[in-house]
């Protein structure tokens, strides 16, 4: 499995939305009080809005950092994440404290570990490179990368139209290759050492399905009405978070909240699978599949595992 090796590598907890990561934590609470949580979750950065992104709560949520941030009307970049999370590590590091990062959201992930550059994004390129795709196939659009910028092209899968389209996309609104763009960026400070939580399809949708009924029950609704009685408006980034915009057409009159309650779970389960596709092209995970082990053990189990990684990362 390998061992901790200093201070610039981190351990990184992972997993898909409802996939238990929060329970992980208290865990890794209980062995290493001293530990600090650094949240990668673009959900969880915004006030006022905690059920509806299952925040940790009681003693847990003093041991996070990055959460509860931002106002619900700001926005907050992998790049911002990427620096926000280096200042913590390296506090960490000077307080004798071991961080690890946790959570789900892969871009802020590849900004921090991979090194991240962003541009200006122009929505009309996107639609019309989405249009294209339609109507002329993705490997129309991998020959067009190839004439473009071969170096990108030659690292993808032909079939990959997200990362293509994504590559074409960078070229025509900056005017420069990615490949080109690529060499330019900063190199990450910190290296990450994976350990994923995956569930079989069919549990982890049910999982899903009873979080978003438990967020209901525990005044989602009255949340979304606390917002707006902020003046909080619905266009907001935050307002756009899956949970709260069909909460948001419950309250507006626009579906009924049994249409929204199902909105939420689908719209869940989607984001979940989209997930799964970006963590696929993770390199160096140890997956822990949690049906592998009985649901009583399937902690201690996690627990085993992390006790070997962080002993040697306490080292450092």
């Known amino acids: 499995m390998g061992c901790m090796k200093g201070e610039n590598e981190v351990l990184v907890i992972i997993g898909q939305t409802a996939s238990g990561k929060k329970k992980i934590a208290e865990s890794i609470l209980a062995l290493y009080p001293d530990v600090i949580f650094i949240s990668a979750d673009s959900r969880k950065i915004y006030r006022h809005m905690d059920i509806g992104t299952d925040k940790p709560k009681g003693k847990l949520r003093e041991h996070y950092f990055l959460i509860d941030?931002?106002?619900?009307?700001?926005?907050?970049?992998?790049?911002?994440?990427?620096?926000?999370?280096?200042?913590?590590?390296?506090?960490?590091?000077?307080?004798?404290?071991?961080?690890?990062?946790?959570?789900?959201?892969?871009?802020?992930?590849?900004?921090?570990?991979?090194?991240?550059?962003?541009?200006?994004?122009?929505?009309?390129?996107?639609k019309w490179l989405e249009e294209r795709l339609i109507k002329e196939g993705v490997a129309a659009l991998y020959r067009e990368l190839l004439e473009i910028d071969p170096d990108r092209a030659r690292k993808l899968n032909p079939n990959d139209a997200y990362r293509i389209k994504r590559a074409l996309e960078v070229y025509y609104t900056t005017g420069l290759p990615m490949s080109r763009l690529m060499k330019k960026r900063k190199p990450p400070l910190f290296s990450p050492f994976y350990v994923g939580i995956k569930w079989e399809r069919k549990s982890l949708y049910e999982r899903i399905n009873k979080r978003v009924d438990k967020m209901i029950e525990e005044g989602l609704i009255d949340e979304v009405k606390s917002l707006f009685s902020m003046g909080i408006k619905e266009d907001c980034p935050g307002m756009k978070t899956i949970g709260y915009r069909e909460i948001i057409d419950y309250l507006k009159g626009r579906i009924s909240?049994?249409?929204?309650?199902?909105?939420?779970?689908?719209?869940?389960?989607?984001?979940?699978?989209?997930?799964?596709?970006?963590?696929?092209?993770?390199?160096?995970?140890?997956?822990?599949?949690?049906?592998?082990?009985?649901?009583?053990?399937?902690?201690?189990?996690?627990?085993?595992?992390?006790?070997?990684?962080?002993?040697?990362?306490?080292?450092?």
């Not at 994440?81 to 590849?110: C, H, N, Q, S, W």
């Not at 869940?268 to 592998?292: D, G, K, S």
């Not at 085993?304 to 450092?316: N, T």
């Open 69 to 126: 941030i931002k106002h619900p009307c700001e926005q907050y970049s992998a790049e911002e994440f990427r620096k926000d999370a280096e200042k913590v590590i390296k506090m960490a590091y000077e307080k004798k404290r071991i961080p690890v990062v946790i959570g789900g959201t892969p871009l802020y992930l590849l900004a921090l570990f991979q090194g991240f550059f962003e541009h200006k994004k122009d929505e009309n390129v996107r």
């Open 257 to 316: 909240l049994e249409e929204a309650v199902r909105r939420i779970k689908k719209n869940t389960r989607v984001y979940a699978r989209r997930q799964e596709y970006f963590f696929r092209h993770f390199e160096n995970v140890r997956w822990v599949n949690i049906e592998e082990f009985n649901k009583d053990t399937v902690i201690k189990e996690i627990d085993r595992i992390l006790l070997r990684i962080l002993k040697e990362f306490s080292k450092g």
